[in-house]
């Protein structure tokens, strides 16, 4: 079983896109643990803003199998791929780290540069992980999000509602929770 944190992003329909992508997460893989959901503007590009968060999870899929699984959802909600890189989208889910491998995997750069360069990865990331430690550096993500630059991108939580809950918390069925 692998630990796996993973980003999402949307600024299209945000709330809707949100909502779609976690309801996706936690039919395949049950027990996730969810950060607060952050606004930013956009990064690279004008446009508008989105919602990101971080949610993380245990599964048995190999990494050669997760990948393309989260790139149909994002097909699934609506993603283009035609357009430019840095542009709006209804869904973006890249995987941030799985377990402590380093190094390009399947295609998948881990763990994903994003998480030293972005405020909207690393506060979520530390919020749900905060004594994980990143896999290159040895330093847990807390202590990365401490002594990052909050000045260099505006970022604000904001109040989120997925299933009935308010998020951050760790969603699991009723089953789970009581035993």
């Known amino acids: 079983m692998a630990q796996v944190y993973v980003s999402i992003g949307s600024n299209i329909d945000r709330e809707h896109y949100i909502s779609q992508?976690?309801?996706a997460l936690y039919k395949h893989f049950g027990e996730l643990s969810?950060?607060?959901v952050y606004e930013s503007e956009a990064v690279g590009f004008v446009g508008d803003n989105f919602y990101n968060l971080v949610a993380g999870f245990v599964t048995d899929l190999p990494l050669?199998?997760?990948s393309p699984l989260l790139?149909?959802?994002?097909?699934?909600n609506g993603r283009c791929r035609k357009g430019p890189k840095f542009s709006g989208r209804t869904?973006?889910?890249d995987i941030l780290t799985y377990d402590d491998l380093v190094g390009v995997h399947h295609g998948v750069q881990?763990?994903?540069?994003?998480i030293t360069k972005n405020a909207f990865v690393l506060w979520p990331l530390a919020e749900i992980a905060a004594e994980v430690s990143h896999p290159e550096l040895d330093v847990t993500y807390l202590e990365m999000w401490s002594g990052y630059e909050k000045a260099k991108q505006k970022?604000?939580?904001i109040d989120f509602l997925w299933q009935g809950r308010s998020l951050p918390c760790v969603f699991q069925t009723l089953k789970?929770?009581?035993g």
Do not use: Q
Not at 71 to 76: Q, V, W
Not at 110 to 114: A, I, K, N, T
């Open 110 to 114: 881990l763990p994903r540069d994003e």
């Open 21 to 23: 992508a976690l309801d």
């Open 71 to 76: 790139k149909k959802i994002e097909d699934d």
């Open 176 to 178: 789970n929770a009581s």
């Open 155 to 157: 970022l604000w939580p």
């Open 34 to 36: 969810i950060s607060s």
């Open 91 to 93: 869904l973006d889910i």
């Open 64 to 66: 050669a199998e997760l």
